[in-house]
């Protein structure tokens, strides 16, 4: 069964059905992953933003993907990271959770995520991937869709922290996930 993957690459060009967005709360673009999503769906990803009126930090709100190669954008505001003591670990799972409740929700089969909150939230690595891949983890184990997940990493070294943490936590079930 090969229900999750890491892979280095640019999550615009990502061909799953949905794209997780590392939105701000106010949904209208900024840096990073962001502004690349935006730039690469076009102005009418804006326009559709603007509807959503904002999104909380750790939930997820969905719109078209327009000119990327997905269908859908599924945005997520994650944490600031301030030291891991003010809720940030419950906050990033649950961006997690509800990005792929909403897939489940569509009927979506795959989706692809970048590492939220790891750049300008400044979320350290080691702990954001294993809060992400537990929460992803535990959310395939329970339900059937989305049938495919993926990490998509920015660099080689991010996706080898991935690969580690996978390794560490789920070393005995990765025959089945990679």
Not at 68 to 95: D, N
């Amino acid at each position: 069964m090969e229900r999750f993957h890491i892979l280095v690459g640019d999550i615009t060009h990502s061909d799953a059905e949905a794209v997780v967005n590392a939105a701000n709360t106010s949904l209208l673009g900024g840096s990073g992953v962001d502004g690349a999503i935006h730039r690469a769906a076009g102005p009418q990803l804006l326009e559709a933003c603007r509807r959503l009126n904002g999104c909380e930090t750790g939930q997820a709100k969905i719109t078209p993907g327009f000119r990327l190669k997905a269908r859908y954008v599924i945005h997520t505001p994650g944490p600031i990271w301030q030291g891991g003591g003010l809720g940030e670990p419950a906050l990033l799972a649950s961006c997690y959770r509800s990005c792929l409740e909403l897939a489940a929700a569509y009927g979506i089969q795959s989706v692809d995520f970048p590492s939220i909150s790891t750049g300008i939230y400044a979320y350290p690595l080691p702990q954001a991937a294993t809060v992400a891949l537990r929460a992803i983890m535990s959310f395939l184990a329970q339900h059937d869709l989305p049938r495919r997940v993926g990490m998509v990493c920015h660099t080689e070294a991010a996706a080898a922290i991935y690969r580690q943490t996978f390794n560490l936590w789920y070393a005995e079930e990765k025959s089945d996930r990679l």
